[in-house]
């Protein structure tokens, strides 16, 4: 079992809509979560990060967690072509108070006009 | 203000030779990670440094890969006798350190290395 599992995708969603993105992971003592977005040819960027159980919302996108069924999302409303991209889910484990994330394999975003 | 930047951005070299990479955090960011990103691999993990701490070292994939940041700035990853399965994206990233549960990595635009 990996790490941290993402859907490969392509995810598919029409301009306007609502993206859904998941990630499951196997660490129960996991203490943060960070979602990213890499356009093709680039570096990652972070989009935002939760690390407390429940929803955390900042402009078009939401972040939720559950640390019971091991459990992260990210919903993008509002879905723009320009967010067609690839989303890294990542993880930071417990017990080390800084470094190494573990990353998903991101999970393809198309969002057609 | 400045993002972390890296050097070269892209590499060719031929399999044997060695090459240097190079990373500058953002200014103030006492913390500093170096992935890879590879077809089929992911982003994975190779080595931070965290202030004047022994690095964490544990994602290097060989003796033939090390690193070192001086002065507690600027970094280089230095891989020898290069394989072609090194050929990768290397990428780093910078932190502030502020809280363990808070602190959020930056990355670089990376260096596109090529083994030939």
């Known amino acids: 079992q990996k790490e941290v599992e993402q859907n490969s995708g392509p995810l598919s969603v029409p301009e306007g809509a609502i993206a859904s993105l998941n990630c499951t992971y196997s660490?129960?003592?996991?203490?943060?979560f960070f979602w990213y977005r890499q356009y093709s040819g680039k570096s990652p960027e972070l989009i935002m990060f939760?690390?407390?159980?429940g929803d955390k919302e900042d402009g078009r996108f939401t972040a939720q967690l559950n640390k019971a069924s091991q459990y992260v999302s990210l919903l993008i409303r509002d879905s723009q072509p320009s967010d067609s991209a690839t989303y890294l889910c990542?993880?930071?484990?417990?017990?080390?108070?800084?470094?190494?994330?573990?990353f998903g394999q991101g999970t393809i975003l198309t969002v057609h006009p | 203000g400045a993002g972390v930047s890296q050097s070269p951005s892209n590499k060719v070299t031929e399999k044997g030779k060695d090459v240097e990479l190079r990373c500058d955090p953002i200014?103030?960011?006492?913390?500093l990670y170096w992935y890879r990103q590879s077809l089929g691999q992911g982003l994975e993990f190779l080595i931070y440094?965290?202030?004047?701490?022994?690095?964490?070292k544990s994602g290097l994939p060989s003796d033939r890969f090390s690193a070192e940041r001086t002065g507690g700035s600027v970094s280089t990853l230095t891989i020898q006798r290069t394989q072609q399965e090194d050929s990768a994206v290397y990428l780093c990233?910078?932190?502030?350190?502020?809280?363990?549960?808070?602190?959020?990595?930056?990355f670089g635009p990376g260096t596109r290395l090529t083994v030939l």
């Open positions: 990233a910078s932190s502030f350190l502020i809280h363990p549960s808070t602190d959020t990595q930056y």
């Open positions: 660490d129960r003592g996991s203490q943060s």
């Open positions: 939760i690390y407390s159980n």
């Open positions: 990542a993880v930071k484990a417990g017990g080390t108070s800084y470094g190494k994330l573990t």
């Open positions: 200014s103030g960011h006492t913390a």
């Open positions: 440094f965290q202030g004047n701490s022994a690095p964490d």
